[in-house]
């Protein structure tokens, strides 16, 4: 089974700009999360959708958004970047989201 | 609020020696838990979990430890091996939302 694949995999964008990340899960997974790791950070939860709907919120301004489609793949926004946003962005799939989640490779997002 | 708690943001051990990172958590609604494994600059891997219906579960080099009364879960790692320099989360999900809370992570290093 194929695992959990994000694209880009490195991203550089200035100030002020927008942003769209993508996730594509594991087959028959219906859940997808977003998180956001900063150096010295842990994982920082920034929402989870299930079956195209956001199930869950983590505490992120709403700059941040995210959508998932009918094939369960996920996209992630970031409107006017700061330079603060820099950080790996990571998703993860699961078959429920409270279960075992696998990550994919992460997004490396450089804001200058 | 850290529900997820590790304290050692580092940890040094000697190769084929014992490696046990901690955990403590909150939440006593909590009744699952997952370790996982990161590398720089890739996703976290899921490592090993534990049911809160246990208090030990074994696979391989890893065993996770459940100490419920003290809210208190570890990893041991033995004997240690130099692939396992990375930084180990503890997570959990939450029992209302299901969505997963990570700890900040303790970066292991093995010395060779």
């Known amino acids: 089974k194929a695992g959990v694949t994000q694209t880009p995999r490195y991203l550089i964008k200035t100030r002020g700009q927008q942003v769209t990340l993508s996730c594509s899960p594991i087959?028959?997974?219906?859940?997808v999360s977003w998180y956001q790791q900063t150096p010295g950070q842990g994982l920082q939860f920034l929402f989870e959708y299930f079956s195209e709907t956001q199930r869950n919120k983590g505490n992120f301004p709403g700059r941040f958004s995210g959508r998932q489609f009918s094939n369960s793949r996920s996209e992630m926004n970031v409107s006017t970047l700061e330079l603060g946003d820099s950080a790996l962005y990571l998703c993860a799939s699961s078959t429920s989201g409270g279960d075992t989640q696998y990550f994919g490779p992460g997004t490396r997002l450089t804001v200058l | 609020d850290q529900q997820v708690k590790q304290n050692s943001p580092s940890l040094s051990v000697q190769e084929g020696r014992i490696s046990i990172l901690n955990c403590d958590y909150t939440n006593s609604m909590f009744d699952y838990f997952l370790w996982y494994k990161k590398y720089p600059a890739e996703g976290p891997t899921f490592l090993i979990s534990i049911s809160s219906i246990k208090d030990k579960n074994e696979d391989g080099r890893f065993t996770v430890f459940l100490n419920k009364s003290a809210k208190h879960l570890s990893l041991h790692i033995v004997p240690s091996q130099p692939g396992d320099s990375a930084v180990y989360f503890c997570?959990?999900?939450?029992?209302?939302?299901?969505?997963?809370?990570f700890g900040t992570g303790t970066r292991l290093t093995i010395i060779p």
């Open positions: 997570a959990a999900p939450t029992a209302l939302n299901e969505k997963l809370t």
């Open positions: 087959s028959g997974h219906r859940s």
